[in-house]
Each structure stands twice: as C-alpha cells, then as structure tokens.
C-alpha cells in the first residue's frame, strides 16, 4: 500500500519516508511487495556486468561506464559537465602505472596522458614581481617526465628531483606522493608553484582554480583580469593538500614548477 501511494505521487515526502520506514523494519516484506508492484528486471549477463578494465599497473574488476581523452581544457570541461550531469563519479590518471589502485572508478576515467601531455607557455604578464619566468616550466596534466625532460635539456634546464622510471607522468606521481632518489630534494610535490584545477561546485558546475601558495607568484588583480574564468586561491592548506590528493578534490589540467639550471656533474659533485 505504502508503494502505490508512493507511485501515484512521487513528489510526496511523507509517502516516499514511510516506504523507507517500512523497508528498514522489514526488509523481506519490502522486497515482496516491490514484486506485487513491478516485475523482476532480466538478469544482466555477468560477462556484461563483470567487465574487467586494466591500464599498466590499474586493473578494475568492472569497466568504468566510460573512457575519454580530451585533447583540450575546453573538452575536458566538457567531459566532466557531462559526468556530473548523469551522476557519474570521475577519476583523472596519468597512464595507470602507480600501484595504488587510485585510478579506479565506475563512471568516468581520464587517461590524462593520450592527449593532454603538453608543455604549456608561462605567462609572465600575470606573475608578481621578480618572479621570473625562466626558472618555471608548465605544462598539461598528462605530461610524462621523459617529455618534461627532453623539453628542459633543450633550455638548458633540469628537474630538482624525479623517480628513474621516465614514462610516469609528473602529476600523477606527484598526486600519490611520489619523489626521487635525492632525500634532500624533497618529494616531486616540493617543486610545484601553482596548478590550474578543474572540479564541481555544490550544484554540480565545473568550476576551475588556479590555486598556489600563500605566498604565490601569481599577482591577484593581473590574474582576475586576464582570466575571469579562473578563481586565483591563494591559501597554504589547501594547496598543499591539492599537491598529494590521490586525485579526490578535483582533475588538474596543468601546473607551473621550477626547474634548475643544469650544472656539469663535477660541479655538482663538488658542492
């Protein structure tokens, strides 16, 4: 009775509380009167259901509902307003080499590295004073450090730190907590001034950041002028906790590090 009266009027919060009342203190008595109601659906053949999804070291016992490769911000915005739009719980990855599991999801998955792998420019116009351009490097989420690397040599600059195996894309590693052999350099998350941030508000509207430090090298009133669409957030907390985030507060499109100048290896031997 509780679920025809719940039928006939769906909107009816009292019907809807008194069926979930009635479902908590009998569960078998529930299941039987949804029968009455409405038929038992098919069953999905488990071959179907049980789809297995493996990337490298990323293996899901289910396939996510769906695997995209947007090869711009605008597209990837456009991916996640339509993920959000059906309810669909996403996840970005490099290329699903870490050995976390962290890439898994149901809904949507991101390879962030098929087409969103690239150097970026640094727009000086926008950075504080005597922030100098030349010691920062920026580049697309997906980027490897092998791509990072070869990038660098041919400026005649370097990365502080990095793990030996070159095909990990540098967010992805620096996502989950990833460093180098050089203790004293800190962990790749050490390197990293700014990240542009793509993720939803409460109502489900993908916003974006571009969030540093507190004492950032972005200048505010610059930034909000050239890039209205982008929330400058200047706050320590948040942004180191967006540095190692294991990918759960949002996709991040692009970041800003600096790098170093090479240096022969017996100077750097001797210092």
């Given at each position: 009775?509780?679920?025809?009266?719940?039928?006939?009027?769906?909107?009816?919060?009292?019907?809807?509380?008194?069926?979930?009342?009635?479902?908590?203190?009998d569960t078998d008595g529930a299941q039987a009167a949804r029968l009455r109601i409405a038929s038992e659906p098919a069953p999905i053949p488990l071959e179907l259901t049980y789809r297995e999804y493996n990337r490298n070291n990323l293996h899901m016992p289910r396939r996510p509902k769906k695997v995209a490769a947007p090869e711009d911000l605008h597209a990837l915005v456009a991916e996640l307003q339509s993920a959000a739009d059906q309810w669909l719980p996403t996840k970005a990855i490099g290329d699903g080499y870490g050995f976390a599991n962290t890439g898994f999801t149901r809904g949507l998955l991101l390879p962030m590295v098929r087409r969103l792998n690239k150097i970026l420019p640094v727009d000086g116009d926008v950075l504080k004073a005597g922030v100098h351009k030349e010691s920062l490097c920026a580049f697309q989420g997906g980027t490897t450090i092998q791509t990072l690397n070869r990038a660098l040599w041919e400026r005649g600059k370097c990365l502080w730190n990095q793990p030996g195996f070159e095909k990990l894309t540098f967010i992805g590693t620096m996502s989950s907590g990833g460093?180098?052999?050089?203790t004293w350099l800190g962990p790749l998350?050490?390197?990293?001034?700014?990240?542009?941030?793509?993720?939803?508000?409460?109502?489900r509207k993908v916003v974006q950041f571009r969030i540093e430090s507190s004492q950032g090298i972005s200048e505010p009133a610059r930034f909000k002028q050239k890039y209205p669409n982008v929330e400058l957030v200047q706050d320590d907390s948040l942004f180191h906790a967006c540095t190692v985030s294991m990918g759960c507060l949002g996709v991040i499109y692009a970041a800003i590090i600096e790098v170093r100048?090479?240096?022969?290896q017996w100077q750097q031997f001797l210092q």
């Amino acid at each position: 009775d509780a679920i025809e009266a719940l039928c006939a009027d769906p909107e009816n919060v009292q019907a809807a509380e008194r069926v979930l009342e009635l479902a908590r203190e009998d569960t078998d008595g529930a299941q039987a009167a949804r029968l009455r109601i409405a038929s038992e659906p098919a069953p999905i053949p488990l071959e179907l259901t049980y789809r297995e999804y493996n990337r490298n070291n990323l293996h899901m016992p289910r396939r996510p509902k769906k695997v995209a490769a947007p090869e711009d911000l605008h597209a990837l915005v456009a991916e996640l307003q339509s993920a959000a739009d059906q309810w669909l719980p996403t996840k970005a990855i490099g290329d699903g080499y870490g050995f976390a599991n962290t890439g898994f999801t149901r809904g949507l998955l991101l390879p962030m590295v098929r087409r969103l792998n690239k150097i970026l420019p640094v727009d000086g116009d926008v950075l504080k004073a005597g922030v100098h351009k030349e010691s920062l490097c920026a580049f697309q989420g997906g980027t490897t450090i092998q791509t990072l690397n070869r990038a660098l040599w041919e400026r005649g600059k370097c990365l502080w730190n990095q793990p030996g195996f070159e095909k990990l894309t540098f967010i992805g590693t620096m996502s989950s907590g990833g460093h180098g052999s050089g203790t004293w350099l800190g962990p790749l998350s050490s390197q990293v001034k700014a990240l542009h941030m793509v993720t939803l508000d409460r109502d489900r509207k993908v916003v974006q950041f571009r969030i540093e430090s507190s004492q950032g090298i972005s200048e505010p009133a610059r930034f909000k002028q050239k890039y209205p669409n982008v929330e400058l957030v200047q706050d320590d907390s948040l942004f180191h906790a967006c540095t190692v985030s294991m990918g759960c507060l949002g996709v991040i499109y692009a970041a800003i590090i600096e790098v170093r100048v090479q240096r022969p290896q017996w100077q750097q031997f001797l210092q």
